[in-house]
């Protein structure tokens, strides 16, 4: 098992002719990803890499090939429409790599998601990876810019609102021996698709996952939420660090989402909380698979 994806999902990137989005493709087609279309207005008919068709819209692509995810590639201004376009297409998982995106933008791809099938990963994030059980763990999917290499397919699942800090657990995990189930990148912006607390809950609901790495920082409430509801509801180990322990109230730190409003908004707040929940909390990124260690007793 592993959450979200697999190595059997078929993937379609949107923008997949840009420089990011076609570097970002090649890398998940040498991982072993299932990467069936690309989508670029007026492009239709063409090949990426002579392999992967390409398409006009996304619509197109679902019905040819069958994709039921979608990786988004494409620049701020019409990111958000890109993630609605895959929404009537009936993708079942969108993964909006963009960063910029204006937040009027995402209150209404926020309200269109009511209801909707289609689950949202991002925006602002490095997407999702399940590694395979090949060689180098090939032969997984990997959405998104996560580097391919520093994973491991085992028995940990992670979650994060942090791109580099993700690669920095999972690097961490792989050299002490232990695998992931998947690795899920939420993104750091206000206003995004898929919260710690609903990743917290498909690992819990995952019998692959043993042990959970949940990464926050400084900014809003989310993790607060989440470690609440792990308290009532996960039997799994889990360890947390929260960035930002030096951030200035008022000042935004890097993401979108990171500036402290509220007293639960602050690290050392956050932190307070999440080890009264019963999590293992880090202090400093070097020591989050340490950490998990302690909380799984191993």
């Known amino acids: 098992m592993a959450i979200l994806i697999d190595e059997n999902t078929k993937v379609l990137v949107q923008g997949i002719t840009g420089s990011f989005g076609a570097r ?6 040498e991982y072993g990803t299932k990467l069936v279309a690309g989508v670029t207005p007026g492009k239709g008919g063409q090949k990426f890499e ?27 201004p019409f990111a958000a429409d890109a993630i609605l376009e895959a929404m009537d297409a009936g993708v079942e998982l969108i993964v909006c790599i963009t960063e910029g995106i204006p937040v009027m933008d995402m209150m209404r791809v926020k ?64 050299q002490m021996g232990y695998g992931q189930s998947t690795c899920v ?23 692959e996952t043993e042990a959970i790495i949940m990464i926050g920082e400084i900014g809003g ?3 607060v939420e989440a470690a609440r509801w792990a308290k009532a509801n996960c039997k799994k180990p889990i360890a947390g660090f929260i960035a930002g322990a030096t951030a200035p109230p008022g000042r935004r730190m890097g993401h979108a989402g990171a500036i402290v409003g509220g007293e639960e908004d602050t690290a050392q707040a956050k932190k307070k909380i999440l080890a009264e929940c019963g999590i293992q909390v880090a202090e400093t990124p ?10 799984w007793g191993k």
Do not use: W
């Open 24 to 29: 970002h493709a090649q890398l998940s087609l």
């Open 50 to 76: 002579n392999v992967v068709p390409i398409f006009d819209t996304v619509s197109q692509a679902v019905n040819e090939t069958g994709a039921t995810a979608s990786a988004i590639f494409v620049p701020p």
């Open 111 to 174: 309200q269109a998601l009511k209801g909707s099938k289609s689950r949202l990963v991002g925006p602002n994030c490095p997407g999702l990876v399940t590694p395979g059980r090949g060689e180098k763990s090939h032969g997984g999917c990997r959405i998104g810019i996560s580097p391919g290499y520093i994973h491991k397919r085992g028995n940990v699942g992670v979650v994060s609102r942090s791109g580099t800090l993700t690669y920095e657990a999972v690097f961490q995990l792989t």
């Open 185 to 207: 990148g939420i993104g750091g912006d206000p206003i995004n698709g898929t919260s710690h607390l609903d990743v917290l809950e498909m690992f819990n609901n995952d019998p």
């Open 221 to 223: 409430t989310a993790e």
């Open 286 to 295: 070097s020591e989050m698979a340490a950490a998990l260690m302690i909380a």
